[in-house]
Antibody, heavy 118, light 106 residues
Framework: EVQLVESGGGLIQPGGSLRLSCAAS????????MNWVRQAPGKGLEWVSI???????YNADSVKGRFTISRDSSKNTLFLQMNSLRAEDTAVYYC????????????WGRGTLVTVSS | DIQMTQSPSTLSASVGDRVTITCRAS??????LAWYQQKPGKAPQLLIY???TLESGVPSRFSGSGSGTEFTLTISSLQPDDFATYYC????????FGQGTKVEIK
C-alpha cells in the first residue's frame, strides 16, 4: 500500500528541538519531491520545506535557519529537524509527496501534532 | 514569494447548488495550480492539478479552470459530502496555499 506515516510529535518547551519522521511505503521517496506542510490549530495550510530528487532543499521564510529537511533513502524515510522552537510552530505537521512535472501533492500522511508550550 | 488569495473565505450553500471558489496568484504561475479538499481532523485530499486536471477517483462534479493569475474551482451540484474546506495551492515556485474557503450548509 502506498502511504506516508508521520511520527515524532509531542509537547516541547520553547527553544527546544524535535525531529519528525515520515515513513514511506509503496514508493521510493528519493524519486519524488517530498514536503512538509503544517497547520496551526484552526488555521490554514502552510508549506514548510521541500527536498528535491537531487537532494536540493528549501524552507519557507518562517522556519529558515531553524528547520532542516532530510531523508534516509535506505529507510525510505523523510525527516524534519526542528530547532529553536517557538509557540507559533505549534501545528499538525504533514508530510506530502510531490508528484508530476512540478510536484503537486498527491499523497499525504495523517499528520503529527507538535505543541510548543511551557 | 508568490501569494495566493482565495475568495470567499466562507460560503453558505445548499445541496444541489452550483458553487464557485476563486483563487488569485500575485504573479503568473502558468497552470501550476492545485485544489484540495480538507475535512475536520483529516489530511487534505487532492482534487485537481495543473489547474483543470481531475485527480483519479474525484467526482466529475468538480472542475477547475484558469491560467496565469486567475483560477476557479466549481462544484456543479453540491452534495452532502462536499461540505468541507477547500484550498488552492501554487506549485510553480516552491509552494504556497490560499487561506482556504469553508463551504457550509445554508
Amino acid at each position: 500500500e502506498v502511504q506516508l506515516v508521520e511520527s515524532g510529535g509531542g509537547l516541547i518547551q520553547p527553544g527546544g528541538s524535535l525531529r519528525l519522521s515520515c515513513a514511506a511505503s509503496g514508493f521510493t521517496i528519493s524519486n519524488n519531491y517530498m514536503n512538509w506542510v503544517r497547520q496551526a490549530p484552526g488555521k490554514g495550510l502552510e508549506w514548510v520545506s521541500i527536498i528535491y530528487r537531487g537532494g536540493s532543499r528549501y524552507n519557507a521564510d518562517s522556519v529558515k535557519g531553524r528547520f532542516t529537511i532530510s531523508r534516509d533513502s535506505s529507510k525510505n524515510t523523510l525527516f524534519l529537524q526542528m530547532n529553536s522552537l517557538r509557540a507559533e510552530d505549534t501545528a499538525v505537521y504533514y508530510c506530502a509527496r510531490g508528484y508530476g512535472d512540478k510536484g503537486y501533492f498527491d499523497l499525504w500522511g495523517r499528520g503529527t501534532l507538535v505543541t510548543v508550550s511551557s | 514569494d508568490i501569494q495566493m488569495t482565495q475568495s470567499p473565505s466562507t460560503l453558505s450553500a445548499s445541496v444541489g447548488d452550483r458553487v464557485t471558489i476563486t483563487c488569485r496568484a500575485s504573479q503568473s504561475i502558468s497552470s501550476w495550480l492545485a485544489w484540495y479538499q480538507q475535512k475536520p481532523g483529516k489530511a487534505p485530499q487532492l482534487l485537481i492539478y495543473k489547474a483543470s486536471t481531475l485527480e483519479s477517483g474525484v467526482p466529475s462534479r468538480f472542475s477547475g479552470s484558469g491560467s496565469g493569475t486567475e483560477f476557479t474551482l466549481t462544484i456543479s451540484s453540491l452534495q452532502p459530502d462536499d461540505f468541507a474546506t477547500y484550498y488552492c495551492q501554487q506549485y510553480d515556485s516552491y509552494s504556497t496555499f490560499g487561506q482556504g474557503t469553508k463551504v457550509e450548509i445554508k
